[in-house]
């Protein structure tokens, strides 16, 4: 099974910050690589897909970059909403595995 | 738009089965294969399996080999997952997730908003 393994599994980080999380893959998987966001008591939604893809209606400080076995998602400028969990996922072949978590809270 | 609409909370006993479903609409029902995940309280996301609706043809996870069991029903473009052998482990929100793609590439977009799962005596 492909492991992801994210860093770091936690961050504290102020409004208007540029953070990235980092999202590591025990073996290359090409592109085939999300990202979502989830909140307490919702269920988790897509930022990223294709490593690098912005979903429609998602906004554009929200990018991700990477391919093989290294990649991240960079939030440029940190807004209110954007403090929650945050999970890559890889879909490059079954089973497909997510990484622990990302937890961005406010300093 | 496109919407998954799941079924109510459930309590059971160790020992039990639940069976969760999971209602699609806004597309065409065939087209898209759909995922299970499920997170326990506290915990991050687990992959559970997919189901590909046009043909009913399943794959899961190892771990779940054996206890579960998903299936369709084409005529009201529902998706079911059923967990047997229950264990307080299985205690986690479950999600359905439409698989998206773009070649050969996939995602998940949208997921359902949860169904929380509790399996205690």
């Known amino acids: 099974d492909i492991q992801l393994t994210q860093s770091p599994s936690f961050l504290s980080a102020s409004v208007g910050d540029r953070v990235t999380i980092t999202c590591r893959a025990s073996q290359g998987i090409s592109s085939y690589l999300a990202w979502y966001q989830q909140k307490p008591g919702k269920a988790p939604k897509l930022l990223i897909y294709?490593?690098?893809t912005l979903q429609s209606g998602v906004p554009s400080r929200f990018s991700g970059s990477g391919s093989g076995t290294e990649f991240t998602l960079t939030i440029s400028s940190l807004q209110p909403e954007d403090f929650a969990t945050y999970y890559c996922q890889h879909l490059n072949s079954y089973p497909i595995t997510f990484g622990q978590g990302t937890r961005l809270e406010i300093k | 738009q496109v919407q998954l609409v799941q079924s109510g909370a459930e309590v059971k006993e160790p020992g039990a089965s639940v069976r969760v479903s999971c209602k699609a609409s806004?597309?065409?029902?065939?087209?898209?294969?759909m995922d299970w995940v499920r997170q326990a309280p506290g915990q991050g996301l687990e992959w559970i399996g997919t189901?590909?609706?046009?043909?009913?043809?399943?794959s899961y996870a190892q771990q779940f080999q054996g206890r579960v069991t998903m299936s369709r029903d084409t005529s009201t473009s529902t998706v079911y997952m059923e967990l047997s052998s229950l264990k307080s482990e299985d205690t986690a929100v479950y999600y359905c997730?439409?698989?998206?793609?773009?070649?050969?590439?996939?995602?998940?977009?949208?997921w359902g908003q949860g169904t929380l799962v509790t399996v205690s005596s």
């Open positions: 189901i590909n609706p046009n043909t009913g043809t399943t």
């Open positions: 294709v490593a690098s």
């Open positions: 997730a439409r698989v998206a793609f773009g070649g050969a590439f996939r995602w998940f977009d949208p």
């Open positions: 806004g597309y065409s029902f065939t087209s898209y294969y």
